[in-house]
């Protein structure tokens, strides 16, 4: 008579022999097995009603994304301060739309990467104007420098966060975006 407990009650912090970690990251939720299909299972297609289809990431997790992944996010996220260095503030929303055209259907960090940065570049450039509106009058000019300095420092502090983030492998949501692209 064996000694060692079935596979179903194995220590799941533990990969298993030979094995590479669960596509969801980490390994999978205790009481199912590593690299096999619940019971019952057909072998494609499960889908428990009201779950995600069998294999996706669970409640919390972000789904596996490759080096060349993360670094083309990471590019996204760092592309407006690019363009903000190489068009003089004009044209820096633009960087992150070239990133999406261009690598969109790479996966979803790459895709939601490049369609934040540009979300969020295009709401730092309607500041920017409103700061070059306020700049005419001379009553509005410390609204126009506060707009210009605050819109700069959110989009240096929050372009480096996103590619903080991408670079793990996270989705990173820039707050106060205009919803263009997803």
Aim: net charge neutral; hydrophobic share 45%.
């Amino acid at each position: 008579m064996s000694t060692t407990p079935p596979d179903d009650f194995r220590d799941q912090s533990q990969p298993p022999s030979g094995g590479q970690p669960w596509q969801g990251g980490g390994y999978p939720p205790q009481g199912q097995p590593y690299g096999e299909q619940p019971y019952g299972a057909p072998q494609y297609g499960y889908q428990a009603p009201g779950q995600q289809p069998y294999g996706y990431p669970h409640h919390g997790q972000q789904p596996y994304a490759s080096s060349d992944d993360r670094t083309i996010a990471v590019l996204a996220h760092l592309s407006p301060l690019i363009g903000l260095v190489l068009t003089a503030t004009l044209l820096s929303f633009l960087a992150p739309l070239v990133v999406w055209f261009i690598w969109r259907d790479r996966g979803p960090l790459v895709r939601n990467a490049a369609a934040s940065a540009f979300n969020f570049n295009v709401t730092v450039w309607v500041a920017n104007i409103a700061a070059i509106i306020c700049a005419f009058t001379i009553f509005l000019l410390p609204v126009a420098i506060f707009l210009w300095v605050g819109a700069f420092v959110a989009q240096l502090v929050l372009s480096i966060k996103g590619a903080i983030a991408a670079n793990r492998g996270e989705v990173y949501r820039y707050p106060f975006q205009v919803p263009i692209l997803h």
